[in-house]
């Protein structure tokens, strides 16, 4: 059932944005002439890599710079980018990941290769899933560049005040992953186009009937400011990009 919703809405879903998608990539082109495309590789299932399509937000060549995380205020976002991730608008583009099966509408976020392997023993449990275009953590983070901005060093912030949490809703939706589930994280994705607050509220009773942490819980409502935090399966803070040996 999972495929067959996952085949269903993203064929629906290119057909109803694909003439915004073609006037979007016009503009895209038009401000350097390169690509509108931006396609990198990403690890999905069972530490596979694959190639992920994404409308391009930066500035040609953005890769070279050897950041994987992006803050708000990031120099390598070009004017139209800003809007484009503002909307999540390069995130439609990966409704072909989706209907090609290398990832699913509603999985964790796949990462770049660097930061998996960076990843602890419990956290490997997040490559026997797909990745998926939302879930937990698109919602409770969706500010994700803002949580980043002004951070001397965005990719060790990242690792501090996001991945610790990220990780832990992506584990618990590996176990408890359902096609229940996945409709109603489809339902709170739109919710959150609307209202954000909303949405983490319904993030938070969903966490609290699934029996998640109550540290888990008190962050997804994002009332408190994060602070650095180990992620699972450790209880080391990350201070360094190089792979642990744990």
């Not at 990941?97 to 964790?108: A, D, I």
Request: proline share 5%.
């Amino acid at each position: 059932m999972k495929r067959t919703l996952d085949i269903t809405i993203s064929l629906i879903g290119l057909i109803i944005f694909s003439v915004p998608l073609i006037i979007i990539c016009l503009i895209v082109w038009l401000q350097d002439f390169g690509s509108p495309l931006y396609i990198s590789e990403r690890i999905g299932k069972n530490g596979k890599p694959f190639k992920i399509f994404k409308l391009r937000s930066m500035i040609k060549n953005a890769n070279t710079f050897g950041i994987d995380s992006t803050a708000s205020n990031d120099k390598r976002i070009t004017p139209i980018g800003h809007k484009i991730r503002k909307f999540k608008l390069d995130e439609l583009t990966q409704l072909l990941n989706v209907l090609f099966g290398q990832m699913s509408l509603v999985g964790p976020r796949p990462n770049v290769i660097s930061e998996t392997k960076l990843y602890t023993n419990e956290e490997k449990r997040i490559l026997t899933i797909k990745p998926g275009i939302t879930d937990f953590a698109s919602i409770v983070f969706s500010d994700e560049g803002e949580i980043l901005a002004g951070k001397s060093n965005a990719d060790i912030a990242y690792n501090q005040l996001i991945r610790p949490w990220k990780s832990r809703l992506a584990i618990l939706y590996t176990n408890s992953s359902s096609f229940r589930l996945d409709l109603t994280l489809i339902l709170i994705t739109m919710v959150s186009l609307f209202s954000r607050k909303k949405a983490l509220g319904m993030i938070v009773r969903l966490l609290t009937k699934l029996q998640a942490e109550s540290e888990v819980i008190n962050m997804s409502s994002r009332k408190s400011a994060l602070i650095p935090y180990p992620p699972p399966g450790t209880d080391k803070l990350v201070t360094t990009r190089e792979t642990p040996n744990i």
